[in-house]
């Protein structure tokens, strides 16, 4: 049974720092991707980052690039997300998800929703200003 979840969330001041954690388990290979995805309190769900398992090719979202830095660790099944420099407006429930096997990430498509099978139940990240 495919499981991916999530930690590392919590309450920061503006300027501070989080370092997130998706644990996938269940999969057979490391051939697909893992995004991140976050949802604003009243605000559609957006696509924040992608990474291949397979090869460590990213996309980030405009509004993060600089910001927030995806890494894997395929031994420990483990996916990090180094969110630095938040703003209240990252104020977000955090989600991870994977794709099906072969997929890569390439772009502006890889963030979007409709290629993730599989999600976590999402970490808190709460921001003051």
């Known amino acids: 049974e495919v499981q991916l979840v999530e930690s590392g969330g919590g309450l920061v001041q503006a300027g501070g720092s989080l370092r997130l954690s998706c644990v996938a388990s269940?999969?057979?290979?490391?051939?697909?991707?893992i995004g991140w995805f976050r949802q604003a309190p009243g605000k559609a769900r957006e696509g924040v980052l992608c990474?291949?398992?397979?090869?460590?090719?990213?996309y980030y979202a405009n509004s993060v690039k600089g910001r927030f830095t995806v890494s894997s660790d395929n031994a420990k099944n483990t996916v990090w997300l180094q969110v630095n420099s938040l703003k209240p407006e990252d104020t977000a429930v955090y989600y991870c998800?994977?794709?099906?096997?072969?997929?890569?990430?390439?772009?502006?498509?890889?963030?979007?929703?409709?290629?993730?099978?599989?999600w976590g139940q999402g970490t808190q990240v709460a921001v003051s200003s």
């Open positions: 998800a994977a794709t099906a096997p072969g997929y890569h990430c390439s772009g502006y498509e890889s963030i979007r929703e409709v290629w993730y099978d599989y």
């Open positions: 269940g999969f057979f290979s490391d051939d697909f991707a």
């Open positions: 990474i291949s398992r397979s090869d460590g090719d990213t």
